[in-house]
Nanobody
Framework: QVQLVESGGGLVQAGGSLRLSCVASGRTFSSYAMGWFRQAPGKERDFVAAISRTGDTYSAAVVKGRFTISRDNAKNTVYLQMNSLKPEDTAVYYC????????????????????WGQGTQVTVSS
C-alpha cells in the first residue's frame, strides 16, 4: 500500500479557487490510478475526479469544467485544481490510490481504492 497526505484545503469565498495536493510515499506511485472523493456532513463519499497511470482524466458531472485533476509522477503528487467554487462544494476531500494492471483504467467507486489520505477540509462561503 501507499501512504497519502493531502494539503491545500481551507476557507474560500464562492467563485474562488483552491488547489489540493496529495503526496504519496513509496517508489511505485506511477503504478497507481489516483482519485479524489469528497464527503459532506451526513452524506456519502462521492467521486470527484480520477486520473489513470497514463494521465487520462475523468470528472464527475457536477464539477466538470470547474475542477481539474493532474499528476506529477516525478513528485509522487496528484493535484486537484478547483475553480469557480460553490457553497455546495463544501466537504472533506480525500485522495485515494488504486493499483491497476491496465495502465489506462480508473475506477469511479470508493471501494476500488485501497489507500486513502486523512482528508482536507474545503469550505466555500456564500
Amino acid at each position: 500500500q501507499v501512504q497519502l497526505v493531502e494539503s491545500g484545503g481551507g476557507l474560500v469565498q464562492a467563485g474562488g479557487s483552491l488547489r489540493l495536493s496529495c503526496v504519496a510515499s513509496g517508489r511505485t506511485f506511477s503504478s497507481y490510478a489516483m482519485g479524489w472523493f469528497r464527503q459532506a456532513p451526513g452524506k456519502e463519499r462521492d467521486f470527484v475526479a480520477a486520473i489513470s497511470r497514463t494521465g487520462d482524466t475523468y470528472s464527475a458531472a457536477v464539477v466538470k469544467g470547474r475542477f481539474t485533476i493532474s499528476r506529477d509522477n516525478a513528485k509522487n503528487t496528484v493535484y486537484l485544481q478547483m475553480n469557480s467554487l460553490k457553497p455546495e462544494d463544501t466537504a472533506v476531500y480525500y485522495c485515494a490510490a488504486n493499483p491497476t494492471t491496465y495502465e489506462r483504467s480508473v475506477s469511479f467507486t470508493a471501494p476500488s481504492y485501497g489507500s486513502w489520505g486523512q482528508g482536507t477540509q474545503v469550505t466555500v462561503s456564500s
